[in-house]
């Protein structure tokens, strides 16, 4: 009896531990990691290829702004190192003066004032010199005013040349308000070369009053003078005249804004063309 008992007992057993053993072989093939799939090569169409230009482009035209703006930079130093210049004798030929613009000339002569032009209004240019000036400068340089533009005869020359002898207030244009900086005679003056200026693009053509360009071909039929035009540097001791020195370097140097345009489009395009041709997310 106790031997049958023990035998069913041991049936009972093994049953119980087939069945957890069938649970855990259930399991363990459960979790499983299924079979590795080889994912499938990333395939770009002609068309998305094409596309991937755009980015590409503008971020080469950002790199090339970066180029020139460093250029333009270095162009303004220079020019504005011509200024500092020792003066050079006028050449020969004046024609060589077009390749001169920002370097400082001498040239002897005298004023022709009857014929004396304005061009304007401009604001007063200042720099170190002025500012040694004292108060024959000081007294003057508020508010706008005008560029006195006059033909300057060469000495032993055949040629007229333009001066901008420089800035006068408002109410200086008439010259017997400032009979004393009206010099006469032959005197040596030292100059900076400065060409003709295209009219800008929303400015009537000159007919009559004050200039609002430096357009030198247009001055110069008025005045029947050669197409040249100086710059007169400050004189501290010319006493109820023009404010010489009235040259600024004005090159276009907008290449900065460019920069980021194109950088901008750069970095917005070649995300759209990872986004879309890429992961292919759709919008």
């Known amino acids: 009896m106790n031997f049958k008992k023990f035998k069913e007992f041991s049936r ?27 994912k ?19 971020f080469s035209l950002g790199t090339w702004q970066v180029k ?23 050449p020969d030929n004046l024609d060589d003066l077009y390749n001169m613009e920002y370097q400082t000339v001498r040239l002897r002569g005298h004023f022709i004032h009857d014929k004396e032009l304005f061009l304007g209004p401009r604001s007063l240019i200042t ?8 108060g024959v400068f000081s007294q003057k340089s508020s508010g706008s005013g005008y560029f006195v533009i006059t033909p300057f005869k060469l000495e032993g020359r055949e040629e007229t040349i ?21 010099i006469e005679g032959t005197i040596e003056i030292d100059g900076i070369v400065r060409l003709s200026e295209t009219r800008p693009q929303f400015s009537p053509e000159h ?9 030198v071909p247009k001055m110069c039929a008025l005045t029947n003078a ?6 007169i540097k400050f004189d501290k001791n010319l ?28 970095a917005f395009t070649g995300f759209l063309w990872w986004r879309q041709i890429v992961k292919r997310v759709p919008f």
């Open 40 to 58: 499938e090569k990333l395939q770009i169409s002609g068309f998305g290829k094409f596309l991937f230009l755009i980015p590409v482009t503008t």
């Open 162 to 182: 333009l001066v901008n002898r420089g800035w006068v207030a408002r109410n200086q244009t008439n010259p017997n308000t400032r009979k004393e900086g009206q």
């Open 226 to 231: 050669d197409p040249y035009f100086i710059d």
């Open 68 to 90: 020139r703006k460093f250029w333009k930079e270095n162009l303004i130093k220079e020019m504005e190192s011509k200024l500092k210049m020792d003066p050079l004798p006028l």
């Open 127 to 134: 720099s170190e010199d002025h500012k040694s000036g004292g």
């Open 12 to 38: 009972l057993m093994f049953n119980v531990n087939a069945l957890k053993s069938s649970r855990n072989n259930f399991s363990k093939r459960a979790f499983v990691e299924p079979p590795s799939v080889p």
């Open 239 to 266: 006493k109820n005249g023009p404010i010489g020195g009235q040259t600024r370097v004005t090159l276009r140097n907008e290449h900065m804004s460019y920069i980021i345009t194109w950088y901008s489009l750069s």
């Open 207 to 215: 007919k009559q009053g004050p200039f609002l360009y430096r357009d």
